[in-house]
């Protein structure tokens, strides 16, 4: 079955970068895209961007856009999430998503002095 | 990109019917019909309910049903079951290969 399986849990400093993986099973890698979506604690979705698993293109929402960067390695079918320059309202659980249809289990980034 | 317009919250009572509301605009909602819905348990990552505004997938039952109009989406479910308390999330595809999420309605089921 589809399965994602993302990175652990991190803590932050403000001003660091956090780099979040996303490792899937069960399907071709490079036949679905890979978004990322963020939740904030007790707050709503927040769709982050999206990268073409197999060309590696990406599309990122414009308020992340000089701040986030996606990736993928194709040989062990994992996608990235690198978001830059945290600030303490970067805190949240971070989702990566197979097409906007399945999800991982979230990733939860603190960011705190 | 603004976030979709949802309540805040909704109620209703066992057996019973709800609609939640997703509002946009026509660069969105009333644009494509690229809207889905999600639903998302207390510590639990979301869950795909319905997708392209009126597909199921498989396992979701078909008291979860959308309908679409000019800029607003809306989700019903009948026959309300205690499961069916969680927050619910609308999102959307806004053109340019980008998507927006509603900001979350909370069901309580009485």
């Known amino acids: 079955q589809v399965q994602l399986v993302q990175s652990g849990a991190e803590v932050k400093k403000p001003g660091a970068s956090v780099k979040v993986s996303c490792e899937t099973s069960?399907?071709?890698?490079?036949?679905?895209?890979i978004h990322w979506v963020r939740q904030a604690p007790g707050q709503g979705l927040e769709w982050l961007g999206w990268?073409?698993?197999?060309?590696?293109?990406?599309k990122y929402t414009q308020r992340f856009q000089t701040r986030v960067t996606m990736t993928r390695d194709t040989s062990i079918s994992t996608a990235y999430m690198e978001l830059r320059r945290l600030r303490s309202d970067d805190t949240a659980l971070y989702y990566c998503?197979?097409?906007?249809?399945?999800w991982g289990q979230g990733t939860l980034v603190i960011v705190s002095s | 990109q603004s976030a979709l317009t949802q309540p805040r919250s909704v109620s209703g009572s066992l057996g019973q019917s709800v609609t939640i509301s997703c509002t946009g605009t026509?660069?969105?909602?009333?644009?494509?019909?690229?809207v889905s819905w999600y639903q998302q348990h207390p510590g639990k990552a979301p869950k795909l309910m319905v997708y392209d505004v009126s597909k199921r997938p498989s396992g979701v039952p078909e008291r979860f049903s959308v309908s679409k109009s000019d800029n607003t989406a809306s989700l019903t479910i009948s026959g309300l079951q205690g499961e069916d308390e969680a927050d619910y999330y609308c999102c959307s595809y806004t053109g340019s290969n980008t998507w927006v999420f509603g900001g979350g309605t909370k069901l309580t089921v009485l």
């Open positions: 998503a197979r097409n906007l249809t399945n």
């Open positions: 990268i073409n698993t197999n060309t590696g293109g990406t």
């Open positions: 026509s660069n969105d909602v009333g644009g494509y019909n690229s």
């Open positions: 069960g399907y071709m890698f490079i036949d679905f895209y």
